[in-house]
């Protein structure tokens, strides 16, 4: 079974700074996406950014952007120029290309804060 | 856009009732879920449904059975409410066969269970 792991619970950033979210899984599968989802306070949960697993390069938005280490299992999500919008909980998520049903595992969540 | 509709934002109930979580969809998507999402836990999948009528267990699916009977609405029905159902509960779609989207969240339902 695929599991999802987000080490940090909770984080903070001052204002126009960078910050990384950490991720990593566990799949036996090779063929599958990655996600970050952005769920601000009382708000609807977006899709932010993703990311194939047979491309090699990582997926940019903005000011979002991806480490994603494919033997390392590994899918952090990096925000430049940090603005108070981007504060929300942030999910990393995990969908086998092989499932017909776009079922998705989502790991725990980190709470990100970012500081005027 | 895709819109995905929930019937309410806040919804307060007593143990024992039996309670209805509507969702509604606008984009002929094939798939939706049900999840509840708790601090710390993230999200997890209750039911899903792949098509009219048809429907999936996820990984926490005691205490809940669903409905499908339209293709644009997917309902979550807690039979006999208990305080531990308390949450926050959010709606999907998913485009289904050969899309692979990503999937479209409605603005969820917080529901209290006293």
């Known amino acids: 079974a695929q599991t999802v792991t987000q080490s940090q619970p909770e984080m903070s950033v001052q204002e126009a700074e960078t910050v990384t979210l950490s991720c990593t899984y566990d799949?036996?599968?090779?063929?599958?996406?990655l996600f970050w989802y952005k769920q601000p306070p009382s708000r609807q949960m977006i899709l932010v950014i993703r990311?194939?697993?047979?491309?090699?390069q990582n997926a940019t938005e903005n000011r979002f952007s991806v480490n994603f280490q494919k033997a390392a299992k590994s899918f952090s999500l990096k925000i430049s120029d940090s603005q108070l919008g981007d504060t929300a909980m942030y999910f990393c998520?995990?969908?086998?290309?092989?499932?017909?049903?776009?079922?998705?595992?989502f790991g725990p969540g980190t709470s990100l804060s970012v500081i005027p | 856009d895709v819109k995905v509709t929930q019937s309410s934002r806040y919804l307060v109930k007593r143990t024992g009732e039996k309670v209805f979580l509507e969702c509604v969809q606008d984009?002929?998507?094939?798939?939706m879920f049900w999840y509840r999402q708790d601090p710390g836990l993230g999200l997890r999948l209750i039911y899903f449904?792949?098509?009219?009528?048809?429907?999936e267990k996820g990984d926490i699916p005691e205490g809940y059975s669903v409905s499908r009977e339209k293709k644009e609405r997917f309902s979550l029905i807690l039979e006999s409410a208990s305080t531990n159902q308390t949450s926050m509960y959010l709606c999907?779609?998913?485009?289904?066969?050969?899309?692979?989207?990503?999937?479209?969240f409605g603005d969820g339902t917080r529901l209290s269970i006293l």
């Open positions: 449904s792949y098509d009219v009528k048809m429907k």
């Open positions: 999907a779609t998913g485009g289904g066969r050969g899309h692979n989207q990503p999937q479209h």
């Open positions: 799949t036996s599968e090779s063929n599958y996406y």
């Open positions: 984009m002929d998507h094939e798939n």
């Open positions: 990311q194939e697993a047979y491309k090699q």
């Open positions: 998520a995990f969908m086998n290309r092989k499932t017909s049903y776009d079922k998705v595992i």
